[in-house]
């Protein structure tokens, strides 16, 4: 993945709609190498839930299906250990997720 100051080029993966999400096969599997960056992620898609939910904040999502990377543009209503579930139950698995930005 392209990165610029540790940060993945979101412009350069396809952006899909929520909707898409449940149309995904997501293979089991941890995307991030190490244990820093997953507890970082964590603590981002926490934070980014609490917002999302107090503030109506979106956020990006950059994920990793069975095709590759791809992006989402929502709000996170809720996570578990396991999922980032968003709008009508459909849900990413958190080790698919390699970076969450939230919107200003």
Avoid: C
Wanted: aromatic fraction near 4%.
């Amino acid at each position: 993945m392209e990165m610029s100051q540790g940060k993945p080029i979101v412009n350069q993966i396809p952006l899909i709609e929520k909707e898409k999400v449940s149309d995904l096969f997501f293979p089991k599997g941890e995307v991030l190498e190490n244990q820093n960056l997953i507890r970082e992620r964590m603590f981002a898609l926490h934070r980014a839930t609490s917002l999302g939910n107090i503030h109506q904040r979106k956020v990006t999502l950059v994920f990793e299906d069975k095709e590759g990377l791809k992006s989402v543009r929502t709000t996170i209503w809720a996570i578990s250990d396991r999922k980032v579930i968003l709008k009508e139950g459909r849900s990413i698995p958190v080790p698919r997720v390699h970076s969450v930005t939230i919107s200003d």
